[in-house]
Structure formats: C-alpha cells, structure tokens
C-alpha cells in the first residue's frame, strides 16, 4: 500500500505526516502504530494525529482486541486501515523490530 510508511522514529513519523498532509490528507486521516502501546499513545498525541478506534475498526473488532495479543491487535487495525494481510504481517514483522509505521487513509 503506497500511504504507509515504515519510519524509525517520532522525528521521521513527523517527516511523513507532513508529507501525507501535502498529498491532501487531513490529520484525521493519519494513523501510528507502534508494538509498545505507550510509545504509540505518545507519539500519536505529540504529532496531534488520529487514532485507530471504533470508527475505523466497528465495535465486534475493538472489543476484540482486548483478547488478542499486540501483534494480533496490530495487524487487525492495519486490515481496517486497508492494509491486506501479507502486508499487515509484514508491518507488524517491522513494528516488532522497533520501527513505527505511518498510514494515511480515506476509511469511511
């Protein structure tokens, strides 16, 4: 999916979020996810940017992640971002490594 960015830190997710603003999205259309679940909350509310919740996810999803483990949940907000599976595992392969990963998406 080319509106997703994997990036190595809060400086270069700063980077790319800008960039995604330039190509017409709305910082409500712009998510982070991170494997630590505070550096995510963190990071989301220092770049001022949405997150992965009800809206975008449905209430049978959310409340489904309170049973699955970080990966699992990872890869689920990904998919309802837009993201196909193989490449929601890639992504989370890289979010386990440390890196953080920037969508920008038009979800409905």
């Known amino acids: 999916m080319e509106n997703v960015k994997v990036v190595e830190n809060g400086v270069e997710a700063k980077r790319e979020i800008e960039r995604f ?3 017409g999205f709305t910082k409500d259309e712009i998510y982070l996810l991170a494997h630590d679940e505070k550096r995510s909350e963190d990071l989301t509310d220092n770049l001022d940017i949405n997150e992965i919740g009800v809206g975008e996810q449905g209430v049978f999803e ?3 992640n ?3 483990t970080r990966g699992d949940e990872l890869r689920a907000k990904l998919e309802s971002l837009g993201v196909s599976n193989a490449e929601a595992e890639q992504y989370e392969k890289e979010l ?3 890196k953080v990963v920037v969508v920008a998406s038009k979800v409905d």
Do not use: N
């Open 62 to 64: 959310s409340m489904a």
């Open 21 to 23: 603003v330039m190509q």
């Open 96 to 98: 386990d490594l440390g």
């Open 66 to 68: 309170i049973f699955r």
